[in-house]
């Protein structure tokens, strides 16, 4: 099995580590094996082999090798994909129906996308001759890789996460060491298995470092080697990545948290769009950046529409995340179980109630599980409206029309993504065009894609993932200017 082994990759050598932590079923509490768990000299080892394959193996200027490499990787993970989907399940507690999509095989298949990238991306360009100063001269502006890439990953999307940043990072000519999530090494360490195993990805191109110390992550910020530190996770840490990376004055990538909101404008079929708010928000138990978690429905409909999505919430309720049915699984830890039941506390203290859920459902002992709950009678001033929650839990809130809704969406320290379900398409559209955020889904229109930008605003992140503005991300631009020859200027 791919997962139980769980060795760190290291300059193209699967290694057990020199010590081993758990890994956690999150529906069941059981232990499912060990991983290795990283000492600093194995980070620093990692960050060597990354320095010396990019420095002196020929992968930052060979794209055809890459793009082979890429759709080597692509096609043996496809290979493991049973494997890799019942590792998923059981280490992120991830619904079985989302590893059909994001969870694992579209991120599979989009790394053809970033190989063919690789193939047919202008390397060059050609800005002309000109004659700045009197000296004449012909001008190219060439796009070059970065560097050594350190990747820095949360748990809850782990072969999605790492895919997006191995995927555009790999195409461009860099090289990586991936720090996973302490809850996600399994996922991590079999990518590095299939690196090592089975593709041409020369040794030090790609390296693993798992480990239950967030420090090892934090080693790439500081590290005068790594380039740029590519990162995932809460804008809590995303802002630690900052300050450390400055020191170096690194470049850093971040996609961080996210509040959402979902507005449903009046013209809107209330009861198609209540459903769509409560299964997009407890997808996965909520434990996506970019889920709807802000509710706005039209003042006059309020009641209507709390009873709607409490209706459809309850009736989803979780299940076991092997069942094919399931859309609310486990949240990932009992630290996380009781994150969320904290901000359920600051709700109820700060006036709110619960429409539906409000706390652990029934009949589950073991493992770490949240009812989907709907809390009503709070403004956006409220905590528990404005911070991430990371859980099945949706805050419905009353708007007064598209102006109303756009303000109150718009008023977050975040800007990650948003939804906006109307009647007339055009004021839908209208809406959807003045929401500061980085994705927007109108009438339940899918902006997942290889090809798609993704990224926040505000405190969401900087930077963008996937499409060309992600692969873009991972390049550095370099101008070069050559006195021309005919002795025009020639000083
Ligand atoms: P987290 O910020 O706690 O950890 C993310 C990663 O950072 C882990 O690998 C962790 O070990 C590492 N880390 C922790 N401290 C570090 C430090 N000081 N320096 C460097 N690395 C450090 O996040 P999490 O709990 O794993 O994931 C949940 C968060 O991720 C949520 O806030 C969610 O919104 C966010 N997220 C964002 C996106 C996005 O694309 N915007 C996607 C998925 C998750």
Redesign the pocket.
């Known amino acids: 099995m791919l997962g139980s082994s769980s060795p760190l990759l290291i300059d193209g050598e699967l290694v057990p580590g020199s010590r081993r932590f758990e890994t956690v079923n999150p529906a069941t509490e059981e232990v499912l094996g060990e991983a290795a768990d990283a000492v600093p000299e194995e980070m620093d080892r990692a960050i060597a082999a990354a320095r010396r394959a990019f420095d002196t193996s020929g992968w930052a200027t060979d794209p055809g090798l890459r793009a082979h490499c890429l759709r080597q990787l692509s096609e043996a993970l496809t290979r493991h994909s049973d494997e890799l989907r019942e590792l998923t399940v059981a280490e992120v507690g991830a619904p079985r129906f989302l590893t059909y999509g994001a969870q694992l095989d579209a991120p599979v298949a989009d790394l053809t996308w970033f190989a063919d990238l690789a193939e047919r991306y202008e390397w060059e360009h050609d800005l002309g001759r000109a004659s700045p100063m009197g000296m004449t001269s012909d001008r190219r502006v060439v796009r070059e890789p970065a560097g050594v890439v350190g990747a820095?990953?949360?748990?809850?999307?782990p072969h999605q996460?790492n895919l997006a940043k191995l995927g555009p990072a790999l195409a461009a000519g860099n090289t990586v060491v991936l720090?996973?999530?302490?809850?996600t090494p399994w996922c991590a360490a079999a990518l590095g298995v299939v690196i090592a195993e089975e593709t041409d990805i020369p040794p030090g191109v790609v390296n693993v470092v798992t480990g239950a110390d967030?420090?090892?992550?934090?080693m790439?910020?500081t590290d005068p080697r790594v380039d740029l530190v590519s990162?995932?996770?809460?804008?809590?840490?995303?802002r630690?990545?900052m300050r450390?990376a400055a020191e170096t004055v690194k470049r850093v990538f971040l996609?961080?948290?996210?509040k959402s909101a979902f507005i449903v404008l009046d013209d809107a079929d209330l009861r198609a769009a209540c459903s769509h708010a409560a299964f997009a928000g407890i997808t996965h138990a909520g434990?996506?950046?970019?889920i709807t978690t802000r509710l706005l429905v039209p003042r006059a409909r309020h009641d209507e529409a709390v009873e709607m999505t409490a209706t459809t919430m309850a009736k989803l309720g979780t299940g076991d995340p092997r069942d094919d049915r399931t859309v609310c699984g486990p949240v990932i830890s009992a630290r996380?179980r009781d994150r969320i039941e904290g901000y359920l506390d600051l709700a109820r203290a700060e006036g709110g109630a619960f429409a539906t859920g409000g706390g652990r459902p029934e009949g589950r002992a073991k493992g770490f599980w949240i009812e989907p709950t709907l809390v009503t009678g709070l403004d956006n001033t409220a905590r528990a409206a404005r911070e991430?929650i990371?859980g099945p839990v949706l805050v419905i809130m009353p708007h007064d029309g598209d102006d109303d809704a756009v303000r109150i969406a718009n008023d977050s320290p975040y800007g990650?993504s948003g939804a906006v379900h109307g009647g007339d398409p055009d004021r839908a559209r209208a809406a959807a065009r003045r929401l500061r955020t980085g994705t927007v889904s109108v009438n339940g229109g899918v902006w997942y894609g290889a090809d798609v930008p993704?990224?926040?605003y505000k405190q969401?992140?900087i930077g963008r993932?996937m499409g060309v503005a992600g692969f873009e991300e991972y390049l550095e631009t370099k101008a070069i200017a050559e006195i021309a020859r005919t002795g025009e200027g020639v000083g």
Request: contains cysteine; glycine residues 18%; negative net charge.
């Open positions: 820095v990953t949360p748990w809850n999307f996460i720090k996973p999530a302490p809850e967030h420090a090892l992550g934090a790439l910020s990162f995932t996770g809460s804008t809590a840490t995303g630690a990545v450390d996609e961080l948290g996210g434990q996506g950046c970019a996380q991430e990371f990650l993704f990224g926040g969401s992140g993932e």
